[in-house]
């Protein structure tokens, strides 16, 4: 059963952020995130959670400030079973209500304040899943009822256990993270020795006349990273094996004396580095070739760029889970970890907050001491305390934190979960500070110490940045379940008449015809779940069956179904082609195999098939992909039709596969162009996207030496003869939209209005992670 949330546009950052609503008098008891609640005027005098059985519409009447009326639809059973009815179709709520990306829809009453919400709300980074929520500009398909008389209940909302389910949250993911950035041996070396490179290299960039003060330190880090570097021991090997080779059986034994001739002569460092480029070895080179400030530059970013990519490998066979903790009350337990479970449950216990462990670290050390000594005690046996290494440790602790100068050495013990704590109590206040410390001391497991941190700072006020890692549907689940012990509620979709006119497809779509497509083409998971998803996508978020089918394929449950969603593509491809009988013939003659198939879909749609021509097989990818030349317009919302430029539209058609699985480093950002449509695709303000995608058909065109201009015919690009690396058009492209910030004058103003509603960062960063080096 849905049920539906009257509420305040100013709490939808708030209720994004915890993923609940509270009852009213909850939020002052908060010890982190929003500690208020926007009540409307109709629901002032309860103290608890109001729901209504049907959709409601009211407004707000409050001059001075961008508050506007929102209804937030929610449906899981798991949730309201224990909702208590007030009256007819109202019901009151004690207790707190998960709001998941998964359970609720959230509905404005007007596209202009859906545009100045979410402009600030989607950028707001301690909101997690923002992209998996489905946010509407207005109740369309809704059939909305006035606002009733309420009577006013006697409301007793449930004890508030929301500052309790924050911390444990955050401990979770945090765990999760810990699992993730955990390292080797090696590569916690390798970590540390990046850190300490990269520190030394940032001096003599700026001051290169220091290399005779940072030398020999620095050829010594050097040396102990080449030995932990897998890409450095993997290109020496290479190399190895191609220079025996070369030399051959006859002349192997004389490598040493031929490497020395060429060195008395002078050539071996430019022979060296030909053969490694011959054989595709690059080994890194030694540091006293280094002495420019550019040579400093670019030998600490291969030093950056091999770290990342062994981490990255590492990482990537990784598979996180949270097998070996759980909930014990209100404490979070994880096995076979005494001590951090004891130091958890003093930090639950004593609401301690990041702003508490930095402005009083000496307290919050002697309570977690207070807590774990007396475990360390039992564990080394009382008689064994007095002359413990422990004791020594937690002592030169203390001093070091009353007097920073006084020296202490973090692994100067060998007990894994003493040492996470400590690095909690040093450096626990800041994820970067604590992070950079266990890189500094070559800590290989992360799980301790980020779960104290996860459990200090809680969910609410973690950034989705710190998260990336472990964002996905499957951790959020997993969290979910541990965390309530119930299966996430899902929201039924719309439901919609067989035949949908859109304001932004092309005529009608009939579902009956597509599935018939679908059937022939053998798409088999959940056929008609599946058409009533992407219908209902395309109804409630006003965009284009095409841009439906995407996002439906790359949502659960069908994200991971890609032959399946691939099929879908075809289908949807075949059923756009349907008035063309030449088009269609030779399209269902290519991609539907048996000539069965091929008969009863010519016979449905009225076509008979032309024996005396021969079919044609597609030549190109754009022929067969979702998208094609021939769909000349991609109309968006209610603003009307924009007409793409075909090169775009080749291009869009080019790179379909809606997830570009691998970055293309080694192209042309000029010469492949899919990126545009990609950027597109981020930009929710309607106009903005319209005004993006004809810019950059300037901008690209601009860079070839020879540009189409709409009013002056051939024109010689503007870029002509510039520096079209991919760094640099980057960085060209980066100021030419920030330029559109500046108005050169208050005619252009409307410009800088539209490029408001572009994340010109984002943008930017996506595109440095295809095509940047």
């Known amino acids: 059963m849905k049920y539906y949330i009257p509420t305040s546009n100013i709490n939808l950052d708030n209720i994004l952020q915890s993923e609940c609503i509270l009852p009213p008098t909850h939020y002052n008891q908060r010890i982190s995130g929003y500690k208020s ?89 301690s909101i997690k899943f923002f992209r998996e929520y489905t946010i509407l500009p207005d109740t369309f398909g809704l059939k909305t009822k006035p606002f009733p008389e309420l009577s006013t209940p006697n409301c007793n909302p449930l004890p508030c256990e929301d500052k309790y389910i924050d911390k444990q949250k955050g401990a979770m993911y945090a765990y999760l993270l810990g699992q993730k950035l955990s390292l080797s041996a090696d590569l916690a070396s390798l970590l540390r020795l990046d850190q300490e490179i990269y520190n030394i290299l940032t001096s003599l960039i700026a001051t290169p006349s220091l290399s005779s003060t940072f030398g020999i330190k620095l050829s010594k880090l050097v040396e102990y990273y080449k030995k932990n570097d897998s890409i450095e021991k993997k290109n020496q090997k290479v190399f190895d094996e191609e220079l025996d080779n070369a030399l051959g059986k006859r002349f192997k034994f004389l490598k040493g004396c031929f490497i020395g001739a060429l060195n008395k002569l002078g050539l071996w460092d430019t022979c060296f580095e030909a053969l490694c480029k011959k054989w595709k070895c690059h080994l890194l080179p030694n540091v006293d070739a280094l002495v420019s400030s550019s040579d400093y530059t670019m030998f600490r970013n291969e030093i950056e760029k091999r770290t990342i990519s062994n981490i990255e490998k590492h990482q990537s066979n990784i598979k996180e889970s949270l097998q070996g903790i759980s909930v014990n009350g209100y404490n979070i337990v994880i096995e076979n970890m005494n001590l951090v479970n004891k130091t958890i449950e003093h930090i639950i216990e004593n609401d301690l907050t990041p702003e ?23 564990s080394i046996g009382e008689e064994n305390w007095n002359a413990s290494m422990e004791r020594n440790y937690i002592n030169n602790l203390h001093a070091h934190i009353e007097d920073p100068g006084v020296p202490f ?76 012990g119930k ?63 995407n996002y439906v394929c790359g949502n659960k449950p069908y994200k991971n179904a890609k032959k399946q969603c691939e099929l879908a593509k075809i289908a949807y491809k075949a059923y756009l082609l349907k ?102 695709s981020m930009i929710s303000d309607l106009r903005a996207r319209r005004q993006f995608l004809e810019d ?11 540009y189409k ?65």
């Open 37 to 125: 609640f926007e009540q409307i005027e109709q629901l002032r005098s309860f103290s608890s959670i109001i729901l209504f059985d049907y959709p409601v519409h009211f407004t707000i009447n409050d001059i001075g400030r961008y508050n506007f009326p929102i209804l937030i639809e929610i449906e899981d059973e798991y949730q309201s079973n224990d909702f208590d009815k007030l009256q007819e179709g109202v019901y009151v709520c004690n207790h707190a209500i998960q709001i998941t990306p998964s359970n609720c829809r959230v509905y404005f009453f007007s596209i202009q304040a859906y545009d100045l919400t979410l402009i600030n709300t989607k950028s707001n980074k």
């Open 356 to 378: 508490a462990l930095s402005a009083h670290r000496m307290d919050v050390y002697m309570g977690i001491m207070q807590s774990i000594v007396p475990i360390i005690k039992i």
């Open 409 to 484: 050495d973090i692994n100067s013990i060998n007990n894994e979960e003493l040492k996470a704590i400590v690095c909690f109590i040093l450096r626990g206040h800041s994820f970067s500070d604590l992070t950079a410390l266990l890189k500094l001391n070559a800590i290989e497991d992360y799980r301790a110490s980020l779960v104290l941190w996860g459990t200090l700072c809680g969910y609410y006020g973690m950034n989705r940045d710190s998260l990336q890692l472990v964002l996905s549907d499957e951790n959020y689940e997993e969290v979910y379940k541990k965390l309530f």
């Open 487 to 549: 299966e996430l509620g899902k929201i039924t979709n719309i439901q919609v008449s067989s035949k949908l006119q859109t304001a932004t497809d092309e005529g009608d779509f009939n579902i009956e015809e597509y599935k018939f497509l679908l059937e022939k083409f053998k798409f088999n998971k959940d056929l008609d779940e599946f058409v009533n998803t992407v219908v209902s996508r395309s109804r409630t978020a006003k965009i284009v069956i095409a841009d439906a089918i």
């Open 579 to 680: 008035d063309d009988k030449v088009k269609f013939t030779e399209y269902i003659k290519e991609n539907l195999k048996t000539s069965k198939a091929q008969k009863e879909t010519f016979k449905h749609f009225g076509f008979g098939e032309d024996k005396d021509k021969k079919s044609t097989k597609l030549k190109t990818r754009a022929e067969s992909d979702l998208f094609s030349v021939t769909d000349k317009k991609d109309t968006i919302g209610d603003e009307g039709t924009v007409t793409v430029p075909t090169k775009i539209v080749r291009e869009r058609n080019e790179s379909i596969s809606n997830l570009r699985e691998m970055p293309h480093k080694e192209e042309s950002i000029i010469e492949n162009t899919a990126w545009i449509n990609e950027c597109a």
């Open 696 to 706: 950059m058909e300037w901008f690209v065109g601009n860079h070839h030496e020879t």
């Open 709 to 773: 201009d709409k009013k002056k015919g051939v024109v010689k690009g503007y870029y002509a003869g510039h520096d079209c690396t991919n760094g640099r058009v980057i960085e060209r492209l980066k100021v030419y939209m920030e330029n559109k910030l500046k108005p050169r004058n208050e005619k252009m103003r409307w410009l800088a209005e539209i490029y408001a509603n572009i994340p010109i960062n984002n943008i930017i960063d996506h595109i440095s992670k295809l095509y940047g080096n």
